[in-house]
Protein backbone atom coordinates (compact mmCIF):
# COMPACT_ATOMS: atom_id res chain seq x y z
CA UNK A 1 0.00 0.00 0.00
CA UNK A 2 1.13 3.35 -0.77
CA UNK A 3 -0.68 6.06 1.46
CA UNK A 4 -0.55 9.51 2.16
CA UNK A 5 -2.43 11.49 4.46
CA UNK A 6 -2.53 15.72 4.53
CA UNK A 7 -1.95 16.93 8.30
CA UNK A 8 -4.83 19.28 9.21
CA UNK A 9 -5.42 21.24 12.20
CA UNK A 10 -9.18 21.30 13.68
CA UNK A 11 -10.25 24.75 13.08
CA UNK A 12 -13.44 24.59 14.27
CA UNK A 13 -15.44 26.06 11.29
CA UNK A 14 -19.10 26.03 11.42
CA UNK A 15 -20.27 25.51 8.01
CA UNK A 16 -17.60 22.93 6.59
CA UNK A 17 -15.00 21.87 8.68
CA UNK A 18 -12.13 19.49 7.14
CA UNK A 19 -11.17 16.66 9.30
CA UNK A 20 -8.67 14.31 7.24
CA UNK A 21 -7.93 14.72 3.09
CA UNK A 22 -5.50 11.98 1.61
CA UNK A 23 -4.59 9.63 -1.07
CA UNK A 24 -3.99 5.63 -1.76
CA UNK A 25 -3.26 3.01 -3.92
CA UNK A 26 -4.29 0.03 -2.53
CA UNK A 27 -2.68 -3.28 -2.36
CA UNK A 28 -5.33 -6.20 -3.95
CA UNK A 29 -8.10 -7.21 -1.35
CA UNK A 30 -6.74 -4.20 1.24
CA UNK A 31 -10.20 -3.31 3.23
CA UNK A 32 -10.82 -1.15 5.41
CA UNK A 33 -13.43 -1.89 8.63
CA UNK A 34 -15.94 -2.43 9.65
CA UNK A 35 -15.93 0.96 10.99
CA UNK A 36 -18.19 4.22 12.01
CA UNK A 37 -16.87 7.79 11.58
CA UNK A 38 -18.53 11.19 13.09
CA UNK A 39 -17.68 13.01 9.64
CA UNK A 40 -18.93 12.86 6.58
CA UNK A 41 -15.41 10.70 4.69
CA UNK A 42 -15.86 11.07 0.51
CA UNK A 43 -13.72 8.55 -1.66
CA UNK A 44 -13.13 9.06 -5.01
CA UNK A 45 -12.09 6.24 -7.15
CA UNK A 46 -9.56 7.40 -9.83
CA UNK A 47 -8.92 3.93 -11.23
CA UNK A 48 -9.37 0.12 -10.52
CA UNK A 49 -12.16 -1.33 -8.35
CA UNK A 50 -13.51 -2.61 -5.33
CA UNK A 51 -16.82 -2.95 -3.18
CA UNK A 52 -18.25 -0.65 -0.45
CA UNK A 53 -20.54 -2.06 2.27
CA UNK A 54 -22.95 0.16 4.29
CA UNK A 55 -25.45 -1.73 6.12
CA UNK A 56 -26.67 -4.69 4.40
CA UNK A 57 -26.19 -2.82 0.91
CA UNK A 58 -22.93 -4.02 -1.45
CA UNK A 59 -21.97 -1.59 -4.29
CA UNK A 60 -19.27 -2.69 -6.66
CA UNK A 61 -17.35 0.46 -7.07
CA UNK A 62 -15.10 1.78 -10.22
CA UNK A 63 -12.96 4.69 -11.69
CA UNK A 64 -14.90 7.95 -11.74
CA UNK A 65 -17.18 6.68 -8.74
CA UNK A 66 -17.93 8.39 -5.57
CA UNK A 67 -18.04 6.10 -2.56
CA UNK A 68 -19.93 8.05 0.72
CA UNK A 69 -19.78 7.44 4.39
CA UNK A 70 -21.74 9.58 6.19
CA UNK A 71 -21.56 10.57 10.04
CA UNK A 72 -22.13 7.10 12.47
CA UNK A 73 -22.83 4.71 9.02
CA UNK A 74 -21.25 1.44 9.66
CA UNK A 75 -19.16 0.49 6.54
CA UNK A 76 -16.61 -1.61 4.99
CA UNK A 77 -14.42 -1.38 1.59
CA UNK A 78 -12.23 -3.44 0.15
CA UNK A 79 -10.03 -3.15 -2.90
CA UNK A 80 -10.39 -5.68 -5.85
CA UNK A 81 -8.09 -8.61 -5.81
CA UNK A 82 -7.44 -8.19 -9.58
CA UNK A 83 -8.04 -3.92 -10.19
CA UNK A 84 -6.95 -2.71 -6.39
CA UNK A 85 -8.52 0.87 -6.66
CA UNK A 86 -6.89 4.01 -5.97
CA UNK A 87 -8.41 6.86 -4.48
CA UNK A 88 -8.67 10.20 -2.84
CA UNK A 89 -10.47 11.05 0.02
CA UNK A 90 -11.85 14.19 1.87
CA UNK A 91 -13.40 13.57 5.52
CA UNK A 92 -15.02 16.77 6.67
CA UNK A 93 -18.00 18.08 9.85
CA UNK A 94 -21.00 19.25 7.54
CA UNK A 95 -23.33 22.25 9.68
CA UNK A 96 -25.07 22.59 6.39
CA UNK A 97 -27.66 21.23 4.74
CA UNK A 98 -25.76 18.93 2.03
CA UNK A 99 -26.97 18.29 -1.46
CA UNK A 100 -29.66 15.53 -1.90
CA UNK A 101 -27.05 13.91 -4.06
CA UNK A 102 -24.35 13.15 -0.72
CA UNK A 103 -28.09 11.38 0.77
CA UNK A 104 -27.03 8.45 -2.35
CA UNK A 105 -24.14 6.05 -1.26
CA UNK A 106 -22.41 5.58 -4.65
CA UNK A 107 -22.15 8.87 -7.23
CA UNK A 108 -20.47 8.34 -10.59
CA UNK A 109 -19.19 11.70 -11.07
CA UNK A 110 -16.46 11.94 -13.80
CA UNK A 111 -16.26 15.82 -13.35
CA UNK A 112 -15.11 15.05 -9.80
CA UNK A 113 -11.41 13.50 -11.18
CA UNK A 114 -9.91 17.01 -11.67
CA UNK A 115 -11.38 18.43 -8.18
CA UNK A 116 -10.46 15.64 -6.47
CA UNK A 117 -6.43 15.53 -8.04
CA UNK A 118 -6.32 19.30 -7.34
CA UNK A 119 -6.38 18.44 -2.90
CA UNK A 120 -3.15 16.61 -3.37
CA UNK A 121 -1.85 20.81 -3.71
CA UNK A 122 -2.80 20.28 0.05
CA UNK A 123 0.38 18.74 1.04
CA UNK A 124 2.48 21.52 -0.12
CA UNK A 125 0.63 24.38 1.87
CA UNK A 126 1.75 25.37 5.15
CA UNK A 127 -0.61 28.44 5.55
CA UNK A 128 -4.31 28.29 5.00
CA UNK A 129 -4.28 24.91 4.20
CA UNK A 130 -8.00 24.29 5.79
CA UNK A 131 -9.30 27.36 3.90
CA UNK A 132 -8.21 25.34 0.97
CA UNK A 133 -9.61 22.34 2.04
CA UNK A 134 -12.78 24.03 2.75
CA UNK A 135 -12.93 25.69 -0.61
CA UNK A 136 -12.65 22.10 -2.52
CA UNK A 137 -15.50 20.75 -0.45
CA UNK A 138 -17.64 23.54 -1.33
CA UNK A 139 -16.49 23.52 -5.27
CA UNK A 140 -17.67 19.28 -4.53
CA UNK A 141 -20.83 20.34 -3.27
CA UNK A 142 -21.49 22.82 -5.93
CA UNK A 143 -20.19 19.97 -8.55
CA UNK A 144 -22.93 17.35 -7.03
CA UNK A 145 -25.95 19.74 -6.78
CA UNK A 146 -25.01 20.84 -10.78
CA UNK A 147 -25.09 17.38 -11.48
CA UNK A 148 -28.50 16.73 -9.83
CA UNK A 149 -31.10 18.83 -10.51
CA UNK A 150 -33.42 17.51 -7.94
CA UNK A 151 -34.52 20.81 -6.47
CA UNK A 152 -37.43 22.23 -8.74
CA UNK A 153 -36.64 25.07 -11.15
CA UNK A 154 -40.03 26.93 -9.48
CA UNK A 155 -38.45 26.61 -5.42
CA UNK A 156 -35.22 28.09 -7.01
CA UNK A 157 -36.86 30.93 -8.23
CA UNK A 158 -38.62 31.87 -5.13
CA UNK A 159 -35.35 31.32 -3.07
CA UNK A 160 -33.40 33.58 -5.06
CA UNK A 161 -36.32 36.20 -5.06
CA UNK A 162 -36.67 35.92 -1.55
CA UNK A 163 -33.21 36.44 -1.03
CA UNK A 164 -33.21 39.51 -3.35
CA UNK A 165 -35.92 41.03 -1.83
CA UNK A 166 -34.08 40.60 2.22
CA UNK A 167 -30.63 41.60 0.87
CA UNK A 168 -31.93 44.97 -1.29
CA UNK A 169 -34.59 46.28 0.17
CA UNK A 170 -32.82 48.89 1.72
CA UNK A 171 -31.67 50.36 -1.41
CA UNK A 172 -35.26 50.63 -2.92
CA UNK A 173 -35.68 48.11 -5.54
CA UNK A 174 -38.74 46.97 -7.79
CA UNK A 175 -40.73 44.56 -8.69
CA UNK A 176 -39.30 44.60 -12.18
CA UNK A 177 -35.81 43.70 -10.57
CA UNK A 178 -37.01 41.01 -8.28
CA UNK A 179 -38.81 39.27 -11.24
Known amino acids: NMQYSVAIANQH ?92 HVITLPQGKMLFESLQKAEQMTDGREAFLCGKIWELIYLISATRKKAGRKELYIRQAKNYMESEYMVGISVGEVA
Open 13 to 104: FHDINPRTCGWEECSPSHHFGPAVRSYWLLHYVMEGEGIFRVGDREYEVHGSQLFIIRPGELTYYEASSQKPWKYIWIGFDCGVEVPSGLRE
